[in-house]
């Protein structure tokens, strides 16, 4: 967790101002780009949506145990010119730019094959996010997953917290319904990409599959995170989507075994 009060902040203007016109902001409501005092670096700030926070971290978070290029995302402790108390700043990465998708090297392929895995497993609910930087393949802007793509939920908790509670358990419950229907089946995505269907099933297998190497330990720790500005059930409700995902890719396996 990074303390606010470590950066300095202005408006960050995002690139669809110039290139959409008439697009003023997305659906993550106004932007800060965040300058540490200290080392310079820089992170864009989500701060106006309170659920936007926990699915940023938490997709960042499973991004890396997967090893598939994202920002990273920390939260932020302390005051700051917030719009809520649940605020996320994501690295900012230079010279993100759009790339050529017909003329992707093996690596690059392996990379997006990586962030079609990734953005599926956490039931993205935004139009996949993709840039390049440095050669290599992002993907970013995970404020709408985990089946939690808007305030309803944590709003439960300041009005009552065993309907809260109550309500989170059955946001697990269609998350598990989601993940049924997924699988590494995507000859159409394939197709539209420029991919060999064989490599993008065999690639999404191999991405997917590094979920189960999470321990319990590692899972608590990213849950432990979030309950320093959200409550703790809040929190556990992303323990209870990462231990979905294994138990559904642990399934693929079974059914891929047999």
């Not at 309907?163 to 697990?172: E, P």
């Amino acid at each position: 967790m990074l303390d606010a009060k470590d950066f300095t902040y202005k408006a960050f203007q995002d690139k669809r101002v110039k290139s959409h016109p008439g697009f003023a902001e997305g659906q993550s409501g106004p932007l800060l780009l965040a300058t540490h005092r200290e080392t310079g670096e820089k992170y864009i700030v989500k701060h106006t949506y309170r659920h936007n926070a926990a699915n940023e971290y938490a997709a960042c978070w499973l991004g890396n145990k997967l090893g598939v290029l994202t920002p990273q995302a920390f939260l932020l402790s302390g005051d700051g010119p917030f719009s809520s108390k649940q605020a996320v700043a994501i690295t900012f990465i230079d010279g993100l730019s759009s790339f050529d998708k017909s003329n992707l090297s093996a690596i690059q392929q392996d990379e997006l094959i990586g962030q079609l895995a990734l953005n599926m497993l956490i039931a993205s609910g935004d139009k996949l996010q993709l840039g390049a930087s440095g050669g290599h393949i992002y993907s970013f802007d995970f404020s709408e997953a985990f089946y939690a793509s808007d305030e309803t939920l944590f709003k439960m908790f300041l009005f009552n917290e065993d309907m809260a509670i109550s309500m989170t358990g059955q946001r697990v419950g269609s998350f598990r319904n989601y993940l049924r229907g997924v699988n590494y089946d995507m000859s159409d995505i394939a197709k539209i990409l420029g991919l060999d269907p064989g490599k993008l099933k065999t690639g999404m297998r191999t991405v997917a599959k590094r979920v189960l190497d999470i321990t319990d330990e590692e899972i608590e720790e990213m849950s432990d995170e979030l309950m320093q500005i959200y409550p703790v059930a809040y929190g556990i409700y992303y323990e209870e989507c990462i231990r979905a995902i294994q138990d559904h890719v642990r399934k693929l396996e079974d059914g891929a075994e047999k």
